[in-house]
T-cell receptor
């Protein structure tokens, strides 16, 4: 059973809507991530938070707005999206270990987003 | 620049046989980690195995082993005794320890089909 949950699992929204994706991890990790997975494209990192502080913003358009109120919760607020934003949005968490801090990530089941 | 290459878009294997999924990588960072993830049709990415750049031995986890050839910059995944439940997408990933921050880059993936 995964220690990372995501809601909703499916979302259909119009281009003028505002919605939010939620991610929660129960693993005691200190880093959380948002990824976008589009058809026929490699997984794209969007944002990284470490101890609630944003450490990576991979040139993501401002219509995607992340929020990390604590190390266990991560949100992705969506507004005025485009049809090309339709994708699977995956949340992940990780711990750090060792001096190099290289670690595996644990993923949630994803939110399948369709923008109409 | 860091890069992960998976050259096999799709692979077929007979149940109970072994299969090797190819992965090559490129980084100038001497400290890095290599990962394999499995993504079933349900969408969730499942961590399988990890290999650190300084590890002397190839990583093994149950039926999964990582054939790490550092000089050739390859990190192939070997699945022994394939099962029908192994049918999924498999992603190779890398994180550079000193220069990568929290960024993990993923390959394009290989879709594995296990035949009964």
């Amino acid at each position: 059973e995964t220690g990372v949950t995501q809601t909703p699992r499916h979302l259909v929204m119009g281009m003028t809507n505002k919605k939010s994706l939620k991610c929660e991890q129960h693993l005691g990790h200190n880093a959380m991530y948002w990824y976008k997975q589009s058809a026929k494209k490699p997984l794209e990192l969007m944002f990284v938070y470490n101890f609630k502080e944003q450490t990576e913003n991979n040139s993501v358009p401002s219509r995607f707005s992340p929020e990390c109120p604590n190390s266990s919760h991560l949100f992705l607020h969506l507004h005025t999206l485009q049809p090309e934003d339709s994708a699977l949005y995956l949340c992940a968490s990780s711990q750090t270990r060792g001096l190099a801090g290289i670690y595996e990530q644990y993923f949630g089941p994803g939110t399948r987003l369709t923008v109409t | 620049a860091q890069k992960i290459t998976q050259t096999q878009p799709g692979m077929f294997v007979q149940e109970k046989e072994a299969v090797t999924l190819d992965c090559t990588y490129d980084t100038s960072d001497p400290s890095y980690g290599l990962f394999w993830y499995k993504q079933p049709s349900s969408g969730e990415m499942i961590f399988l195995i990890y290999q650190g750049s300084y590890d002397q031995q190839n990583a093994t986890e149950g039926r999964y082993s990582l054939n790490f050839q550092k000089a050739r910059k390859s990190a192939n995944l070997v699945i022994s005794a394939s099962q029908l439940g192994d049918s999924a997408m498999y992603f190779c990933a890398m994180r550079a320890g000193n220069t990568g921050g929290f960024k993990t880059i993923f390959g394009a993936g290989t879709r594995l089909f296990v035949k009964a």
